[in-house]
């Protein structure tokens, strides 16, 4: 099953190495739109390894994000995610296009493909994902993060204006570490 019918599946029943024909922005075009959006208001970064494992499939992932939020309101950020299912592997990175944090350490975040492994979820198309920030050192819980969602620009859009918690069914530990910054 490819990462779009994993999508479907879990979506349905929720309810609630990558090689491309186009690359993502350079390092340095990163930072020339992030000094030309104004100062960073809010901000979220991660990196880590997590095993989803529902209706009895377990799903190694691993995701990296950068997402920034600029005092004249446009995000800038990327996200690289990897996720192996059923003996396949599928790549995808992304430019980020929408971020929002609720509760002062839960962050939404998504945007759009810039390189996809998976020939049915294309460039262009929108991925997203929802990751909390449970604090640092001996003690604190972990981290954790949903596997990603895929669709269209107004499903992203949507979901990360919409302050809803995860559903923990979809939630992983993140191994890890997950920084949300307001």
Not at 102 to 131: A, C, E, H, I
């Amino acid at each position: 099953m490819n990462a779009k019918g994993w999508v479907a599946l879990v979506a349905g029943a929720a309810m609630g190495a990558c090689s491309s024909s186009e690359a993502g922005p350079t390092a340095p075009e990163r930072d020339a739109l992030a000094a030309a959006s104004g100062p960073v208001v809010a901000s979220a970064s991660g990196s880590g390894r997590m095993v989803l494992e529902v209706f009895g499939f377990t799903i190694p992932q691993v995701l990296g994000f950068t997402a920034q939020q600029h005092a004249d309101g446009s995000v800038s950020g990327h996200i690289e995610y990897r996720q192996t299912f059923e003996g396949e592997t599928f790549q995808f990175v992304a430019t980020v296009t929408c971020m929002e944090i609720y509760d002062g350490n839960r962050v939404k975040y998504g945007g759009v493909l810039t390189q996809s492994t998976d020939p049915t979820v294309p460039v262009g198309d929108f991925m997203w994902f929802q990751s909390i920030d449970n604090g640092e050192g001996q003690g604190s819980p972990a981290d954790l993060s949903t596997g990603s969602g895929f669709g269209p620009e107004e499903e992203n859009q949507a979901f990360c204006d919409s302050p809803d918690p995860p559903n923990p069914i979809f939630l992983a530990e993140v191994i890890g570490n997950i920084q949300v910054r307001e």
